[in-house]
């Protein structure tokens, strides 16, 4: 007999049939849990790319980037964007480094001014390598060069659409004189 403050137990025949079924709820949830793209606030990185010869955009004078080839590669998500760039045919300029930003506006031949500013996360407030991406390259010998960022902030195709190429090196105010080249970004 029950006492009434009890529940009723179920019989032994009841449990073995609901262990089963608790087993294979308990394996879908986890299934969905690891196959999530959401994983703990954490999201997928997108990747960057590009690859190909400079646009240019001087087409008034010859300059050491033109015919010169590119490859970046990277990824941007998490909060961090990571970039790497190599440059290949800038010949004669061994130990020449050129300054190379990413910008906010597209690659247009002949015009420079078409990529706009560099993107900076602050808006322009403060400008250094931690608040825009600077990829200065140094040319060796065989007219090549390889550059790396990263920084603790995110880009995509709405905010950044180039890298761009400059004369000098760049400055600590994030001056690197004439435009040459630009590269158009690739997301995803």
């Not at 019989?11 to 049939?17: A, E, H, Q």
């Not at 190599?86 to 010949?91: R, S, Y």
Request: aromatic share 4%; with cysteine.
């Amino acid at each position: 007999m029950q006492s009434r403050g009890n529940p009723p137990r179920p019989s032994t025949r009841t449990r073995r049939r609901a262990i089963p079924a608790l087993l294979i709820a308990t394996a879908l949830v986890l299934t969905a849990v690891i196959a999530s793209p959401v994983d703990a606030g954490h999201r997928r990185s997108t990747p960057i790319r590009g690859a190909g010869e400079w646009i240019d955009v001087r087409l008034d004078i010859e300059d050491p980037t033109d015919g010169a080839r590119y490859v970046v590669r990277g990824r941007t998500g998490s909060g961090k964007t990571k970039i790497r760039l190599q440059v290949a045919g800038i010949e004669g300029q061994r130990g020449r480094t050129f300054g190379v930003h990413v910008h906010v506006g597209p690659c247009v031949e002949g015009d420079g001014a078409a990529a706009g500013p560099h993107f900076n996360i602050t808006g322009g407030d403060v400008v250094s390598p931690e608040t825009e991406i600077w990829l200065g390259v140094e040319i060796d010998r065989r007219g090549r060069g390889r550059s790396r960022s990263r920084v603790e902030f995110e880009i995509n195709a709405d905010i950044a659409k180039s890298i761009v190429i400059h004369e000098q090196p760049t400055a600590p105010d994030g001056a690197a004189g004439a435009r040459l080249a630009c590269l158009p970004l690739q997301f995803g």
